[in-house]
Nanobody, 122 residues
Framework: VQPVVESGGGSVQAGESLKLSCTAPGFANNRCVLNWYRQFAGKPREFISQIDNSGRTWYTDSVKGRFTISADKVKDTVYLQMNSLKPDDTATYFC????????????????WGQGTQVTVSS
């Protein structure tokens, strides 16, 4: 099974923006939920945002109002637009498909990718 592929990370100054991409095999066809996570150094991954196959979105409080998740079903790609970045956003960002309530089992069988590193300097 192919893994997800994250890209778009980099090093920026506080207040600047980045747009991350996640190519997730089968996202559209399997009606998956796509989740973004981030992992701070030395800590486990934490959930930050998700979008379902109908376009409904959810954000954790720490990123709400600054990050926007969107999907391009034709490309099986989900984006995370990150504005007003803070040093506390420095982390490795991962994405993952899950079955949710309407997806197929295949959504849960896609491997984790390597993540993409975001570094925000003050």
């Amino acid at each position: 099974v192919q893994p997800v592929v994250e890209s778009g990370g980099g090093s920026v100054q506080a207040g600047e923006s980045l747009k991350l991409s996640c190519t997730a095999p089968g996202f559209a066809n399997n009606r998956c939920v796509l989740n973004w996570y981030r992992q701070f150094a030395g800590k486990p991954r934490e959930f930050i945002s998700q979008i379902d196959n109908s376009g409904r979105t959810w954000y954790t409080d720490s990123v709400k109002g600054r990050f926007t998740i969107s999907a391009d079903k034709v490309k099986d790609t989900v984006y995370l637009q990150m504005n007003s970045l803070k040093p506390d956003d420095t982390a490795t960002y991962f994405c993952k498909t899950t079955e949710g309530r309407t997806g197929s089992r295949a959504c849960d069988q896609v491997d984790w990718g390597q993540g993409t590193q975001v570094t925000v300097s003050s």
